[in-house]
C-alpha cells in the first residue's frame, strides 16, 4: 500500500519535475575542422578561424593533416594583447603534433581569448592561426 502510494506521488510529481527549467544551460561542443583537403584554399588553415564559445564548452579538432593546434602568440598580435578587452590565454592547450583521421578536443573553462596555430614548419605563416573567444 505504501509502495503504491509513492508510486502515485512520483507519478503526479513527474510532469512538475520535467517543467522545471535546466540549472544551467548544457555545455555545447564546437568543431574546428584542421586543414581540411576539399577546402583548398583553407588546407593550411583552421576552418572556422573563429569560434565564440560559452565557459564549459569543449573544442574538437579534426585533423585532416599532420598538424597542431597549439596556443600562443600569433605573428602580429602583440599590439592587440595590450588592447584585448578579453584576457589573453597563451598557454592554454598544445595538442602535439597529431595525424589525419585524429581528434583533440579541449575544454575551456576561463573567459577569454584564446589564440592558437600550428606549430609544424611554416604553417602558422601560411595561416594557420586562428582564435578561440570564451565569453564569460
Ligand atoms: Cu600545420
Redo the contacts with the bound molecule.
Keep these: 500500500m505504501r509502495a503504491l502510494a509513492l508510486g502515485f506521488a512520483l507519478l503526479l510529481l513527474a510532469p512538475i519535475a520535467l517543467a522545471l527549467p535546466a540549472p544551467r544551460p548544457a555545455a555545447a561542443t564546437w568543431d574546428v575542422e584542421?586543414?581540411p583537403p576539399s577546402l583548398p584554399f583553407q588546407s593550411?588553415g583552421f576552418t572556422p578561424s573563429v569560434v565564440q564559445a560559452a565557459p564549459g564548452d569543449t573544442i574538437v579538432f579534426h585533423f585532416h593533416?599532420?598538424?597542431?593546434a597549439t596556443t600562443g602568440l600569433d605573428v602580429g598580435t602583440e599590439a592587440a594583447e595590450g588592447s584585448a578587452p578579453a584576457e589573453l590565454h597563451l598557454n592554454a592547450f598544445d595538442s602535439g603534433t597529431v595525424g589525419a583521421g585524429n581528434t583533440f578536443r579541449v575544454t575551456l573553462t576561463e573567459p577569454g581569448a584564446y589564440l592558437y596555430y600550428?606549430?609544424?614548419?611554416n604553417?602558422?605563416n601560411?595561416g594557420?592561426r586562428a582564435l578561440i573567444l570564451v565569453n564569460g
Design positions: 584542421v586543414g593550411l593533416g599532420s598538424h597542431t600550428c606549430k609544424l614548419g604553417h602558422r601560411m594557420m
